[in-house]
């Protein structure tokens, strides 16, 4: 464009916004029909009266001015637009505006009857990882226990291995899951030390393990326990203390003392930790029995050992079928399951010198599911089984067992599980922790059930030869 074109183009330009933006004078009647009007009004106004625009204040000259009515989207387009009677062309011509600011909409109010109520799993409790932790940080203190053939395998038509948890340093299987627990213990809580209350396998495993790993511990013991258990507390190098005369006296007293010097009370729980030391039996089972079909794992006072195995063995085949056993005067798993939720008191009076560390035990939530989802069926034996199975356990085995440790085998004695016959089955042998008398009175009542000793009373006459009568029946009863 030349100098000429640029200067009658800017003087023309000046002309039409002064005009467009002066006053417009009042119209006359014979401008009504005028197009000019028309058209400034058509690119010019607002699209209808009142209407609001987003833009800012824009014009020719300085900013602020005056507002002008054109619409920004109308100028999105203007260095495109022939303009002026199609003579000039503007090339370039920016429009700034104000950011549009987007406000959100308010948030809906929903009614309860609305909402959908979508039930979420449980998260998991248990993980294998946690187990194969534990597998590894006990090791080198935890004996890795045998689990060999038994002799009572062709009797009753199957593969029977048994998992002797019983053969550790205290006689229990808990020593997994204690020590486990304590490694997991701060360094303050080790220093400070930790302090236990009930005569039963957990209390002897802390006291021996944390006598190992230098922690102090103490034991609160009542009055009534027998002298032999607390000599063992002490030969484990544990601080001894008997205080009341039921266990409910010495556990109240623990805690006293624990919150007052900073001891770490411990109790048999269901946590993860201790979970996670209990199932490394699982994990063992699997590597020593190749090809196995089925476990078999005492359920009573031990729900964390079944709950914690049934996870390692499900990790790794979940075909394996795992059964808990329960004694039939404390059936407290089973109810459980029926009612779909852990069963606080149960009203039964099971044999407390036969059951008493089981009965002392309660299952927890988390025990619970686990078990739950995991365990495939529980079932319930008397307490007759059991002695004729620790009776075997003497006999084929040349082991001495309690109760406890002889339920998996007294489930099979009994003929409870027919669909295991021709099966590889491993059994936990769980603890030996039995005091001798009790041991021996066992003995004698199991030899009886089974068909061994005979207790009879015979009353004679006073006339010479009926002893001799009667000794000659017992001859040909073959009585020795």
């Given at each position: 464009?030349?100098?000429?074109?640029?200067?009658?183009?800017?003087?023309?330009?000046?002309?039409?916004?002064?005009?467009?933006?002066?006053?417009?004078?009042?119209?006359?009647?014979?401008?009504?029909?005028?197009?000019?009007?028309?058209?400034?009004?058509?690119?010019?106004?607002?699209?209808?009266?009142?209407?609001?625009?987003?833009?800012?204040?824009?014009?020719?000259?300085?900013?602020?001015?005056?507002?002008?009515?054109?619409?920004?989207?109308?100028?999105?387009?203007?260095?495109?637009?022939?303009?002026?009677?199609?003579?000039?062309?503007?090339?370039?011509?920016?429009?700034?505006?104000?950011?549009?600011?987007?406000?959100?909409?308010?948030?809906?109010?929903?009614?309860?009857?609305?909402?959908?109520?979508?039930?979420r799993p449980l998260p998991q409790y248990l993980h294998f990882e946690d187990i194969s932790a534990a597998a590894f940080r006990i090791q080198s203190e935890i004996q890795k226990t045998p689990c060999t053939y038994s002799r009572l395998s062709k009797q009753y038509g199957m593969e029977i291995y048994l998992k002797k948890e019983h053969l550790h340093y205290t006689g229990s299987v808990k020593e997994?899951?204690?020590?486990?627990?304590?490694?997991?213990?701060?360094?303050?809580?080790?220093?400070?030390?930790?302090?236990?209350?009930?005569?039963?396998?957990?209390?002897?495993?802390?006291?021996?393990?944390?006598?190992?790993?230098?922690?102090?511990?103490?034991?609160?013991?009542?009055?009534?326990?027998?002298?032999?258990?607390?000599?063992?507390?002490?030969?484990?190098?544990?601080?001894?203390?008997?205080?009341?005369?039921?266990?409910?006296?010495?556990?109240?007293?623990?805690?006293?003392?624990?919150?007052?010097?900073?001891?770490?009370?411990?109790?048999?729980?269901?946590?993860?930790?201790?979970?996670?030391?209990?199932?490394?039996?699982?994990?063992?089972?699997?590597?020593?029995?190749?090809?196995?079909?089925?476990?078999?794992?005492?359920?009573?006072?031990?729900?964390?050992?079944?709950?914690?195995?049934?996870?390692?063995?499900?990790?790794?085949?979940?075909?394996?079928?795992?059964?808990?056993?329960?004694?039939?005067?404390?059936?407290?798993?089973?109810?459980?399951?029926?009612?779909?939720?852990?069963?606080?008191?149960?009203?039964?009076?099971?044999?407390?010198?036969?059951?008493?560390?089981?009965?002392?035990?309660?299952?927890?939530?988390?025990?619970?599911?686990?078990?739950?989802?995991?365990?495939?069926?529980?079932?319930?034996?008397?307490?007759?089984?059991?002695?004729?199975?620790?009776?075997?356990?003497?006999?084929?085995?040349?082991?001495?067992?309690?109760?406890?440790?002889?339920?998996?085998?007294?489930?099979?004695?009994?003929?409870?599980?027919?669909?295991?016959?021709?099966?590889?089955?491993?059994?936990?042998?769980?603890?030996?922790?039995?005091?001798?008398?009790?041991?021996?009175?066992?003995?004698?009542?199991?030899?009886?059930?089974?068909?061994?000793?005979?207790?009879?009373?015979?009353?004679?006459?006073?006339?010479?030869?009926?002893?001799?009568?009667?000794?000659?029946?017992?001859?040909?009863?073959?009585?020795?």
């Amino acid at each position: 464009m030349n100098f000429a074109a640029q200067l009658f183009y800017s003087s023309y330009l000046s002309e039409r916004l002064e005009r467009l933006y002066s006053p417009r004078p009042a119209i006359k009647d014979n401008e009504e029909n005028d197009p000019f009007w028309q058209r400034e009004e058509l690119h010019l106004g607002p699209s209808h009266c009142g209407a609001v625009h987003k833009c800012g204040p824009v014009s020719n000259g300085n900013r602020g001015r005056r507002p002008t009515l054109i619409e920004p989207e109308r100028l999105k387009d203007f260095g495109e637009e022939e303009l002026l009677n199609g003579d000039v062309k503007v090339h370039e011509t920016k429009v700034m505006e104000r950011p549009e600011i987007m406000l959100m909409e308010p948030q809906k109010t929903r009614r309860v009857s609305e909402f959908q109520i979508v039930s979420r799993p449980l998260p998991q409790y248990l993980h294998f990882e946690d187990i194969s932790a534990a597998a590894f940080r006990i090791q080198s203190e935890i004996q890795k226990t045998p689990c060999t053939y038994s002799r009572l395998s062709k009797q009753y038509g199957m593969e029977i291995y048994l998992k002797k948890e019983h053969l550790h340093y205290t006689g229990s299987v808990k020593e997994r899951g204690v020590l486990y627990l304590l490694t997991s213990l701060t360094q303050e809580q080790q220093r400070n030390g930790v302090i236990v209350a009930s005569d039963c396998n957990f209390s002897m495993a802390v006291a021996h393990h944390a006598v190992e790993m230098k922690i102090p511990v103490f034991v609160i013991m009542p009055s009534s326990c027998s002298s032999p258990r607390l000599r063992i507390y002490r030969d484990y190098g544990a601080m001894v203390i008997s205080y009341g005369s039921t266990s409910q006296d010495s556990q109240t007293h623990a805690r006293h003392l624990a919150k007052e010097n900073g001891y770490l009370y411990m109790e048999e729980d269901e946590s993860a930790a201790y979970l996670a030391g209990l199932g490394t039996v699982g994990m063992e089972i699997y590597e020593q029995v190749p090809k196995l079909d089925a476990v078999i794992v005492p359920a009573a006072g031990q729900y964390g050992l079944l709950a914690a195995t049934a996870a390692a063995i499900k990790h790794f085949n979940s075909q394996i079928l795992v059964i808990g056993i329960e004694p039939e005067g404390f059936p407290l798993l089973l109810q459980s399951l029926k009612t779909d939720s852990p069963v606080k008191d149960m009203h039964c009076n099971p044999n407390k010198r036969l059951y008493g560390d089981l009965v002392a035990r309660s299952l927890g939530v988390n025990t619970f599911h686990l078990a739950k989802k995991l365990v495939n069926k529980v079932i319930t034996v008397s307490e007759e089984d059991s002695l004729v199975a620790m009776l075997r356990f003497q006999e084929f085995e040349r082991s001495t067992v309690d109760t406890e440790g002889a339920m998996g085998l007294a489930a099979i004695l009994a003929g409870q599980l027919p669909e295991l016959r021709g099966k590889k089955v491993a059994v936990v042998v769980s603890s030996a922790n039995m005091e001798l008398e009790m041991v021996r009175r066992c003995v004698d009542r199991a030899l009886v059930l089974d068909d061994r000793v005979s207790k009879f009373c015979v009353q004679l006459g006073e006339w010479p030869g009926d002893m001799a009568k009667l000794l000659d029946v017992l001859s040909r009863e073959d009585v020795r």
